[in-house]
């Protein structure tokens, strides 16, 4: 095999969340569209590689339609590129085993690799070695007979994963069994490719973490301790490699200040609210051999935005609340718009709207909360559905402690807020994890654990229960 001495490109990109619903509204459309923007930046790009770092999907339980639109975007891709290799990964959100079986959907497994679980050989007496499996994460790139790069595929590593190593035996933290894992498949690729250990082609290292001193957005805050602080990293675990593919963070950045060497490429298509004013797309990478003929590459980096299809419209836009005037201005501006010309602008479908209006009681036209909340909510009733999508109507009581503090303001939506359990646990959810929604799996955890309340006296055992509520609403 020999290596060529010319430039590389990849096209780096992660969490796409296939199946995310924003506020139960469907999301299909939007999707589709994604899909043609990343088909015409591959066909414009020509990268050789793509690589998918992780969260494919929205939750651990796709739906059926998540699963074939993801089989089917990698056939298409193939279809129109078949010589690009895609090397595909697992996220914190996906299922590691449904990973693992996307290949069914595939037409030809050629150039593709998919790594959902982290693969590793099992030996020794009743088991008790446990080694990477490095055939299945090691993927080196050819074109014909010409060896262009090595890739890690590294999946998702759990805790539990990675430290039951043989080489992790000793290790006595996280982040060193992580490391100790990537820089074991790096003496691997050296030991095999000399084009590799002679710095001739570039080693890439994938990954899905949250990497220490990382920036994050308002929709990432909660991922900081993900795992109860065991899922964090630092850039030092990827140490001898070219470039990292990083996915999590939505928030494309570099890691390293002035080195793009390890990087997040960001969410190619908006998951919710947070991402309100950050411009989604995928990175294209190239490396270029050194100029002065030494070992190492020149890497450089270059964004690929996509225009959304989907308008996302929250009031007031710089955050926090609005006063009553505003709303209604914004309401009545939007309500002028023309039908035709807002499905025309919004191929993804209408527009998601929010809205957190404040309700004074010292400075508002109105009475009551509830007069000001139900003009609201006609002016939202007549959007709905024809010009826009409603998915927060928050009305935020400005009380007198909020003049002495920020902890007076209340959400008073109406009377169910107060006496539903399940609708006041969903609103806390959204709060404390900054608009996300609770998932399916933690809704019916937690239906299931009022309906014991309900139907049980007081006992010992409920401080039990309400440890498990904790954990439902903050997701940890």
């Not at 494919?56 to 891709?77: C, Q, W, Y």
């Not at 490396?287 to 308008?311: C, L, M, N, W, Y």
């Not at 809704?443 to 299931?448: K, T």
Request: hydrophobic fraction near 35%; proline fraction near 4%; charged fraction near 25%.
């Amino acid at each position: 095999m020999t290596s060529e001495n010319r430039a590389l490109r990849i096209l780096h990109t992660s969490d796409w969340h296939l199946g995310k619903r924003l506020h139960d509204f469907d999301r299909s459309q939007e999707y589709e569209y994604f899909r043609k923007s990343l088909l015409e930046s591959i066909a414009e790009g020509k990268p050789e590689v793509m690589l998918i770092a992780g969260d494919i999907f929205d939750n651990v339980t796709p739906s059926f339609d998540a699963e074939k639109f993801f089989g089917n975007t990698l056939n298409m891709i193939r279809r129109e590129n078949p010589d690009l290799h895609i090397v595909v990964t697992s996220g914190n959100h996906d299922s590691g085993r449904k990973i693992d079986n996307i290949s069914i959907y595939m037409e030809t497994c050629d150039r593709l690799r998919i790594t959902g679980e982290l693969p590793v050989i099992i030996s020794g007496e009743n088991g008790s070695v446990m080694e990477p499996d490095y055939e299945k994460l090691v993927y080196p790139v050819y074109n014909g007979e010409t060896l262009r790069a090595v890739i890690v595929s590294m999946p998702f590593l759990t805790p539990a994963g990675v430290s039951g190593l043989t080489l992790n035996s000793d290790a006595g933290d996280y982040e060193t069994a992580v490391r100790n894992l990537y820089q074991s498949c790096l003496a691997c690729i050296r030991e095999r490719y000399p084009e590799a250990r002679e710095g001739r082609v570039p080693v890439i290292a994938m990954g899905h973490f949250y990497v220490k001193n990382s920036a994050i957005g308002e929709q990432d805050e909660n991922k900081v301790n993900i795992l109860g602080g065991e899922g964090q990293v630092s850039a030092q675990i990827f140490d001898g490699y070219d470039y990292t593919a990083l996915g999590h963070i939505h928030l494309r950045q570099n890691i390293i200040e002035k080195s793009l060497a390890i990087r997040y490429s960001g969410s190619p298509l908006p998951v919710n609210f947070g991402e309100l004013n950050y411009s989604n797309g995928v990175d294209m990478v190239d490396f270029r051999p050194s100029s002065d003929g030494k070992a190492g590459f020149a890497i450089s980096v270059q964004t690929k935005p996509f225009k959304r299809s989907v308008e996302f419209i929250r009031i007031p836009q710089r955050g926090g609340t609005a006063g009553e005037d505003e709303v209604f201005d914004i309401l009545d501006g939007l309500s002028a718009r023309n039908e035709e010309n807002v499905r025309e602008k919004n191929p993804g479908g209408l527009p998601f709207l929010s809205v957190f209006a404040l309700y004074d009681p010292e400075h508002s036209a109105f009475s009551t909360s509830r007069e000001f909340r139900d003009v609201l909510e006609s002016k939202l009733n007549n959007l709905a559905g024809r010009l826009a999508r409603i998915c927060d109507k928050n009305v935020i009581l400005k009380t007198a402690a909020s003049f002495r503090n920020n902890n007076g303001d209340q959400d008073i939506q109406d009377l169910r807020d107060i006496t539903d359990p399940m609708t006041l646990a969903e609103r806390m959810y959204r709060e404390v994890n900054h608009g996300a929604d609770m998932s399916s799996e933690l809704r019916a955890l937690l239906s299931d654990i009022i309906r014991e309340a309900e139907g049980t006296q007081e006992t010992s055992g409920s401080k039990g229960r309400k440890k498990t509520t904790a954990k439902v609403m903050t997701g940890k």
